[in-house]
């Protein structure tokens, strides 16, 4: 199994990115991929799944309240990858982000994988955020 990360880099307050997750050796559709992010001095932090539940419906996508309306996930299963597009970053966004993905599916929300984590994990990629 692998999960490769890119995307990363340097970007100005305010400006956008395209993380995008790479994925190999699982049957893609048939598990959900999420985004976290890392920022020193805090805990890991989920910020989007897809396919999961957002409590409402399932095989949707779900996100954390920090990133709502900041960021989009999507996901392309012919070519097994997973985008996120952030938007209006803001310096406190500086970390390292990571994906993964897991097994449970479409039908678990957000804040469960947020909470106990996934199977499988990439090895990250770095945002700096200058102000």
């Known amino acids: 199994v692998q999960l490769v990360e890119s995307g990363g880099g340097l970007v100005q307050t305010g400006g956008s990115l395209r993380l995008s997750c790479a994925t190999s050796?699982?049957?893609?559709?048939?598990?959900?991929v999420a985004w976290f992010r890392q920022v020193p001095g805090k805990e890991r932090e989920g910020l989007a799944c897809?396919?999961?539940?957002?409590?409402?419906?399932?095989?949707?996508?779900d996100y954390s309240d920090s990133v709502k309306g900041r960021f989009a996930i999507s996901s392309d299963n012919a070519k097994a990858t997973v985008s996120l597009i952030l938007n209006n970053l803001q310096p406190e966004d500086t970390g390292d982000y990571y994906c993964?993905?897991?097994?449970?599916?479409?039908?678990?929300?957000?804040?469960?994988?947020?909470?106990?984590?996934?199977?499988?994990w990439g090895k990250g990629t770095h945002i700096t955020v200058s102000s």
């Open positions: 993964a993905a897991d097994s449970r599916g479409g039908t678990v929300t957000g804040a469960y994988y947020w909470l106990y984590g996934m199977d499988y």
């Open positions: 050796g699982f049957p893609f559709g048939e598990y959900t």
């Open positions: 897809v396919p999961c539940s957002d409590g409402n419906r399932d095989h949707t996508t």
